[in-house]
């Protein structure tokens, strides 16, 4: 399990679950996983409002983040994406909702805002990001040797400029430490043809994303996805996709620099601000697993300006994709 900062690490639905007997598989950086308390096949998904960046979690928890990366999973697969296989699970007692509300008997204190219950899927070692954009980690690689994943792209794209089609870039999904990038053949090498088949899923669907996303004005830079025969995990949330406005983004393209990210870039950023005992930035920290670097990271002092504005990031994103604010959606379409 990831390490978790005492100052978060904890929260009242988790001691509920337990003092209900409901079984924590594992704990990661952002969401606990449960075994369904009736069926074996099934899961118990529950966000948390913890943030990590760098590989490492931050000491502070962001206000009503897990609701939006809940809202938004849950949003992608039963509209946009509803025609991809996907672990979302329905409930018995009504179809347009999740299979989480059957067990609001049971368990009556459960937050249904930030849980999902899910089926349980194979989970490759792998981390599927796509990109319809040049940037992020792959761009230094790109412009040092003109390849991405280990497949040639011309010379000359600025950082940031829309790529004909999206680009598959693989990483190891790392239990402890850092994701390594992995060329495209790396991938199939280890996966074979069900993973071509995943690749393929998963493209499909964040062109589908990508398009409506941008017939709301917003571009999905790049995003992240798990799974092999089916959706996975949390679906193209700000945790794991990079968005900005189509204004923003041309602004950027005309004059140079970064678009103004509604996602965890913002965080990101002021990470990079950080005077470190092992360097400038957080990004200096190149080992989560060392006691040194574990203590600093827990001591950290997040200014409050710094969670609001993730918060607000966060909810913002969430709002202009479903097309209606946080609470109207969990009412209307999530019936919480």
Not at 12 to 41: A, F, N
Not at 108 to 131: A, G, W, Y
Not at 182 to 192: F, L, P, W
Request: one cysteine or more.
């Amino acid at each position: 399990m990831a390490h978790i900062p005492a100052s978060v690490e904890t929260s009242e639905d988790m001691e509920y679950l337990l003092s209900e007997r409901v079984k924590l598989l594992s704990q990661g950086k952002i969401r606990e996983i449960y075994q369904h308390p009736k069926e074996e096949d099934s899961l118990l998904m529950v966000t948390s409002d913890r943030m990590s960046a760098f590989d490492f979690v931050m000491p502070r928890k962001v206000p009503q983040k897990g609701e939006v990366l809940t809202a938004l999973t849950h949003f992608w697969l039963t509209d946009i994406l509803r025609e991809f296989p996907s672990h979302f699970k329905r409930s018995s007692l009504n179809h347009w909702l999740n299979a989480v509300h059957d067990l609001k008997a049971d368990l009556p204190e459960l937050p249904l805002e930030r849980s999902l219950v899910i089926r349980k899927t194979e989970i490759p070692p792998f981390e599927m990001i796509f990109r319809h954009h040049l940037g992020g980690s792959v761009y230094k690689k790109y412009l040092d040797t003109r390849l991405v994943a280990g497949l040639a792209v011309q010379k000359g794209y600025k950082k940031w400029e829309k790529l004909p089609h999206p680009h598959f870039t693989p990483s190891t999904k790392a239990s402890k430490g850092h994701d390594e990038n992995k060329n495209v053949s790396e991938y199939i090498d280890a996966m074979g043809e069900q993973g071509i088949r995943a690749i393929q899923m998963f493209r499909s669907a964040y062109e589908k994303a990508y398009a409506y996303a941008e017939s709301r004005g917003i571009l999905i830079l790049d995003t992240k996805f798990e799974g092999l025969t089916m959706i996975a995990d949390e679906v193209i949330t700000p945790d794991s996709s990079r968005f900005t406005t189509v204004e923003s983004y041309n602004n950027a393209m005309q004059n140079g620099g970064d678009p103004i990210f509604l996602d965890k870039e913002f965080f990101r950023q002021w990470g990079k601000t950080v005077e470190t005992p092992f360097g400038m930035g957080l990004g200096s920290l190149k080992n989560p697993e060392d006691p040194e670097q574990l203590a600093f990271v827990n001591s950290l002092e997040i200014p409050d300006r710094v969670i609001k504005e993730t918060s607000t990031r966060y909810i913002n994103i969430g709002e202009i994709l479903t097309g209606c604010n946080l609470a109207d959606y969990q009412a209307r379409f999530m019936c919480v």
